[in-house]
């Protein structure tokens, strides 16, 4: 019998996981295979971070904005620096992009065959008010040569050519959930022993689902489609669930079965999120859970990355919300082409 693919029991540390799926993949030389160890590292740091924020001053704006124009917080920028410190120590890492920097961040690990895009703590305003926060992080190999600097080239790959990808939530409880591309697997952190335990294995998302999520604040700016599938979903007796906190509204409905929404808008032609550190990461994820993710009409893992920095507009959850909200806007879609 070949024991590598017996699931392995709830309980399983996540070093353990990590060691026994590296045994699938026979040419596996462990970069991989530390780089998650690395991340895992950084988060917990971060979580232990992010449980003080109330008794030592690290809540509360940092007192600059990131390159999306955002009011930093301290802890994005302590997040920030913890990711980048692991990945730069754990060597395997040549060049991160993240949402905090505007520059891509050469490590110096010119050796490195991984690049990290990353979002080190999103939801961030959320932090003061104790609602659950995340990262969110996908892993390419480097296309330039080894014993260079990493490139734009490196960094503006398609979806479709992320090697693992997955987020913490740093929420009731913290957890590390990742893919590999050979499914989802979630991991519960017990603080006292300082580990990650497996506690969700073989993650899958249910085809359909009741829950929808958006923020219908700004539904004055909603396009028609969208406007339309929102009211579908009261039609349908949908449960509106909107945290505002990425990680855990697509971590709720992840598990539960739902649709997460951040469409185009007048006011944001291209929607909030980035496509780099947040669709990207959140699509494979899915993927590889049974649902689906999109921006209304095109597929996330294939759309091309312009910039690094890119917004999209997110349609992710259950493979039959995603499908039907993509209906509904491939009506307003087809009324704009019958209009041209
Ligand atoms: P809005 C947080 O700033 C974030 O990037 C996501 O975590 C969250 O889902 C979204 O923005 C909330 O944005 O415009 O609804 O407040």
Do not use: W
């Amino acid at each position: 019998m070949d024991h590598n693919k017996l699931a392995l029991p709830v309980g399983t540390t996540l070093d353990r996981f990590i060691m026994r799926k590296q045994e699938d993949f026979p040419y596996a030389t462990g970069e991989l295979s530390q780089l998650l160890r690395d991340i895992a590292l950084a988060a917990k740091i971060v979580n232990r971070e992010i449980n003080r924020s109330g008794l030592i001053d690290i809540a509360g704006a940092y007192g600059s904005q990131n390159v999306q124009g955002e009011d930093q917080q301290k802890l994005d920028v302590i997040a920030n620096i913890r990711f980048i410190r692991a990945l730069r120590n754990g060597g395997e890492v040549c060049t991160i992009i993240s949402e905090e920097d505007e520059e891509m961040i050469q490590t110096g690990n010119n050796q490195g065959k991984y690049v990290v895009a990353i979002d080190p703590l999103d939801g961030s305003s959320n932090i003061d008010v104790n609602v659950s926060i995340g990262t969110i992080f996908s892993i390419y190999r480097r296309v330039s040569p080894t014993g260079t600097e990493g490139t734009e080239r490196d960094c503006l790959q398609t979806g479709t050519h992320q090697v693992a990808a997955g987020y913490v939530i740093y929420g009731s409880s913290t957890m590390l959930v990742y893919t590999t591309g050979n499914g989802v697997n979630g991991f519960t952190y017990e603080a006292s022993l300082g580990e990650f335990f497996l506690s969700h294995p073989h993650i899958t998302t249910p085809k359909t689902g009741a829950i929808y999520s958006i923020n219908e604040g700004s539904s004055d700016h909603f396009s028609e489609g969208t406007t339309a599938f929102v009211a579908y979903c009261k039609q349908q007796n949908y449960s509106a669930r909107y945290i505002g906190s990425l990680v855990a509204d697509f971590h709720r409905n992840l598990l539960k079965g739902g649709i997460y929404m951040y469409p185009a808008t007048k006011k944001a032609p291209k929607g909030k999120l980035r496509l780099m550190y947040e669709c990207n990461s959140l699509a494979f994820i899915v993927e590889q859970a049974g649902g689906k993710s999109s921006d209304g009409r095109n597929r996330t893992m294939e759309l091309e990355p312009k910039g690094m920095h890119e917004r999209s507009p997110l349609f992710i959850g259950s493979t039959e919300l995603v499908e039907k909200a993509e209906e509904f806007l491939a009506a307003e879609y087809s009324d704009v082409v019958a209009a041209l």
